[in-house]
């Protein structure tokens, strides 16, 4: 089974632009995350879905960030309007249970705003 | 509140050295412990756990043992590759959404 698809790899953008990133959790799990990872804050959970539902988000930093889960099969998340200290790898994240602890994470979406 | 306490990086070895990134915890009750990898240019991926006390994980000849009574949970590897450079971070959960990640680790292996 393919694991947790994100896009795009890489994205360079300038200040004020839009960013959306996109997420195609692992068939079957009904848990997804998305983090956020700097040097300076490390690992931040941004919110988290239950069934395509967002059950927190209370980790995203402000209202210029907003996500969606519009099916089982893929989440977004936008930046509007992005900043340079949006730049960070994103994560998406997905789960089949929350007691085994194993969080399945894509290869992340690194994005710099100029 | 719950936290992750992890050695600071980087860490530098020779191939086939003995290796132990240091992790300690705060929490109250039982939760699981985690070691996850990050190799470069990848996502976090589990390297293993333990869900109770005295547990031991392994993988890939990592090991690491859930010690309650010093709230650790010490990675170890007898002989480290150079294919084990990566960033390592320790990680906890009590069952639920959120997991606490530590800073994590980087190891770099020399050939």
């Known amino acids: 089974d393919a694991g947790v698809i994100q896009s795009p790899r890489h994205e360079v953008t300038e200040m004020g632009q839009e960013v959306t990133l996109r997420c195609k959790p692992i068939?079957?799990?009904?848990?997804l995350f998305w983090y956020r990872q700097t040097m300076m804050r490390g690992l931040e959970l941004l919110i988290y879905?239950?069934?395509?539902?967002?059950?927190?988000d209370s980790g995203m930093p402000e209202d210029r960030f907003s996500a969606k889960m519009p099916n089982a099969s893929f989440s977004t998340l936008k930046i509007q309007p992005s900043e340079p200290r949006d730049s960070a790898v994103y994560f998406c994240a997905s789960s089949f249970r929350l007691d085994t602890g194993e969080l399945f994470f894509g290869e992340g979406s690194r994005l710099t705003v100029l | 509140g719950d936290s992750v306490t992890q050695m600071e990086g980087p860490v530098t070895l020779s191939e086939e050295a003995f290796l132990t990134i240091n992790c300690t915890y705060t929490a109250t009750g039982y939760p699981s412990l985690f070691w996850y990898v990050q190799y470069p240019g990848e996502g976090l991926q589990l390297l293993l756990k333990?869900?109770?006390?005295?547990d031991k994980g392994s993988n890939k000849g990592f090991e690491a043992t859930y010690r309650k009574e010093t709230t650790s949970f010490h990675l170890e590897k007898g002989s480290v590759q150079v294919s084990d450079s990566a960033v390592y971070f320790c990680a906890l959960s009590r069952g639920t959404y959120k997991y606490i990640f530590g800073t994590g680790t980087r190891l770099k292996v020399l050939a």
């Open positions: 879905f239950n069934n395509n539902v967002p059950i927190d």
């Open positions: 068939s079957g799990h009904d848990y």
């Open positions: 333990a869900t109770k006390a005295d």
